[in-house]
């Protein structure tokens, strides 16, 4: 099983997830890990019965309303834990 989100918000069938990111890098040539945060939208459904997720790829009009709440409470999650570091 992979990472866990640090933040996890949920609208109905839409979640938005804010990842943590490790990545070294090498800088005046010295190593060093720099972390970096990214964001991830999913949509799941029913079908038969079966439970499907996905990647957010094509949207629909009904679910623009939600996406847009949920970037908005993944940005306050970025720009605020940001300060706070």
């Known amino acids: 099983m992979g990472d866990l989100p640090i ?3 949920r609208s109905g069938n839409i979640t938005c997830s804010v990842w943590s990111n490790k990545r070294e890098v090498e800088r005046d040539g010295v190593k060093m890990e720099v972390e970096f945060k990214t964001v991830s939208l999913r949509k799941s459904w029913e ?3 079966k439970w499907y ?3 957010i790829t094509n949207i629909r ?8 709440l ?11 834990s940001r300060e706070e570091e």
């Open 7 to 9: 933040k996890k918000f």
């Open 47 to 49: 079908k038969d019965g």
């Open 53 to 55: 997720d996905h990647t």
């Open 61 to 68: 009009k009904n679910d623009i309303a939600k996406m847009i």
């Open 70 to 80: 949920l970037l908005q409470k993944a940005q306050e999650e970025l720009l605020l």
